[in-house]
């Protein structure tokens, strides 16, 4: 039984920054890597970083990193994407998932929130 609720999405002009949280709840284990994925409409679920509980080990898409950074607070159970230089293609309603492997696969994660729609216009 775990929860897990994004906030943090919105409408922003291309260039602008966006900072999504996700907020875990219920029987989460430090075991556990939390991920964030983005899905268009009409295409597969896009795997964007991911962290690790214990240590903080990150990993990012090849193709967004230096422009995304996640982030956790251990204490508030909450991990933070910091989203900038956005562009329009990266129009998606994110998804906060929570799994036991360090993976950039979706079907691994067990846990999955309702999303959060980020809108970049041009």
């Known amino acids: 039984q775990v929860q897990l609720v994004e906030s943090g999405g919105g409408l922003v002009q291309a260039g602008g920054s966006l900072r999504l949280s996700c907020a875990a709840s219920g029987r989460t284990f430090s075991g556990f890597t939390m991920g964030w994925f983005r899905q268009a409409p009409g295409k597969e679920r896009e795997f964007v970083a991911a962290?690790?509980?214990?240590?903080?080990?990150?990993y990012y898409a090849g193709s967004l990193k230096g422009r995304v950074t996640i982030s956790r607070d251990n204490a508030k159970n909450t991990v933070y994407l910091q989203m900038n230089s956005l562009k329009p293609e990266d129009t998606a309603v994110y998804y906060c998932?929570?799994?036991?492997?360090?993976?950039?696969?979706?079907?691994?994660?067990?846990?999955w929130g309702q999303g959060t729609q980020v809108t970049v216009s041009s």
């Open positions: 998932a929570a799994g036991w492997e360090a993976t950039t696969k979706s079907n691994s994660y067990d846990y």
């Open positions: 962290i690790t509980w214990i240590g903080g080990s990150s």
